[in-house]
């Protein structure tokens, strides 16, 4: 079974500019997140989807921020305008059934903004 | 709110040998799940353990067990014989029932050395 893709693994822009990332899920997911991982701390969670529909948005800076989940599968987050501090690894992960609680990770695009 | 605390930032443990990492969490909830990823430095997340609230019993997977202490808000994560590929960052993460999302601690950074 594959796992969870993402791509790019690594980017690097200047502040100001525009960055997307992209997220493959495990094939039969339904639930997708985005975690954002900032050096020398746990992933915080930015958003989650069940299918296409966002259910918690709560953490997302959405005057930044924005992400979506066309059709139910592929998700990309995008960043406009990126600032320095959104410098950080970029995590998606999915769940088949999040009553199992049980969430599968890709590897992370990691961001540096200078 | 939720908040998980891991209070050792760095652990090191000789090949073979035992090492206990440590976790409280505050929440005002009854029933919950308490997980342990590990994230090795290639940087994908993997599910080492998970506890329910509910249940009086420790986890165990292999050479990896928990000791859940549900009253002291305590969750520790005890590696035996540890391996050289048991080093990694360890996150303790937390999620309420039915939120279906996972709040982390900072995570500590353990090394076996040969």
């Known amino acids: 079974e594959a796992g969870v893709a993402q791509s790019p693994r690594y980017k690097i822009i200047e502040k100001r500019q525009s960055v997307a990332f992209w997220c493959n899920p495990i094939s039969g997911h339904a639930t997708l997140y985005w975690y954002q991982q900032i050096l020398g701390q746990g992933p915080k969670l930015l958003i989650q989807?069940?299918?296409?529909?966002?259910?918690?948005d709560s953490q997302l800076p959405k005057d930044r921020f924005s992400a979506e989940r066309l059709k139910g599968v592929d998700s990309t987050l995008k960043i406009q305008p990126a600032k320095l501090e959104d410098s950080a690894v970029y995590l998606c992960?999915?769940?088949?059934?999040?009553?199992?609680?049980?969430?599968?990770f890709g590897p992370g695009t990691r961001l540096t903004v200078t | 709110a939720q908040t998980v605390t891991q209070s050792q930032p760095e652990m090191s443990v000789q090949e073979a040998e035992t090492v206990t990492l440590s976790c409280t969490y505050d929440?005002?909830?009854?029933?919950?799940?308490l997980f342990w990823y590990k994230q090795p430095p290639s940087r994908q997340m993997i599910l080492v353990i998970r506890q329910e609230a509910y249940k009086q019993q420790n986890a165990t997977e292999n050479r990896f067990s928990v000791n859940f202490q549900k009253a002291a808000k305590s969750f520790s994560l005890k590696i035996s014989d540890s391996q050289l590929g048991d080093t990694a960052m360890y996150f303790c993460?937390?999620?309420?029932?039915?939120?279906?999302?996972?709040?982390f601690g900072k995570g500590t950074k353990l090394s076996v050395i040969p």
């Open positions: 993460a937390f999620s309420g029932a039915g939120s279906y999302q996972l709040t």
């Open positions: 929440t005002s909830e009854n029933n919950y799940y």
């Open positions: 989807f069940q299918n296409n529909g966002v259910v918690d």
């Open positions: 992960a999915s769940s088949l059934d999040p009553q199992t609680y049980e969430q599968y």
